[in-house]
C-alpha cells in the first residue's frame, strides 16, 4: 500500500503564495501522473493540476499563471507552487499519484489552504 504525505498548507493573505509538497511512502514507485485537486466546502472535488511521468502539465483555467506543478521522481514528490492567491483558492487540497500498469489512484490526506482578502 502506498500512503502519500502532504504538508505546506496554511493560512494566508491574498496576493500572498504557498508552496504545498506530497511525499509517497515508498520508494521506486512507477509513477504515471501525479496531481493537485481541491474541494471547497458545498463545492465539488475540482482538478487544479496535473503533471505526467513525461513532464508534460494541465492547468485549471482558474489557476493558469499563478500556479506551478513541479515533481521529483527520485524522491516521489510533487510540489505545487501558488502564487497570487486569492480567497477563492480556499479549499482543503488533495495530491493524488496514478501508479502502476494498473493505473491505481492513491490520494493523500489533504491540507487545508485559507486565503484571507
Known amino acids: 500500500q502506498v500512503q502519500l504525505v502532504e504538508s505546506g498548507g496554511g493560512l494566508v493573505q491574498s496576493g500572498g503564495s504557498l508552496r504545498l509538497s506530497c511525499v509517497g511512502s515508498?520508494?521506486?514507485?512507477?509513477?504515471?501522473?501525479m496531481g493537485w485537486y481541491r474541494q471547497a466546502p458545498g463545492k465539488q472535488r475540482e482538478l487544479v493540476a496535473t503533471?505526467?511521468?513525461?513532464?508534460?502539465?494541465n492547468y485549471a483555467d482558474s489557476v493558469k499563471g499563478r500556479f506551478t506543478i513541479s515533481r521529483d521522481n527520485a524522491k516521489n514528490t510533487v510540489y505545487l507552487q501558488m502564487n497570487s492567491l486569492k480567497p477563492e483558492d480556499t479549499a482543503v487540497y488533495y495530491c493524488k499519484f496514478n501508479l502502476g500498469v494498473w493505473h491505481n489512484n492513491y490520494w493523500g490526506q489533504g491540507t487545508q489552504v485559507t486565503v484571507s482578502s
Open positions: 503533471i505526467t511521468s513525461g513532464g508534460d502539465t
Open positions: 515508498r520508494s521506486g514507485l512507477s509513477i504515471n501522473a
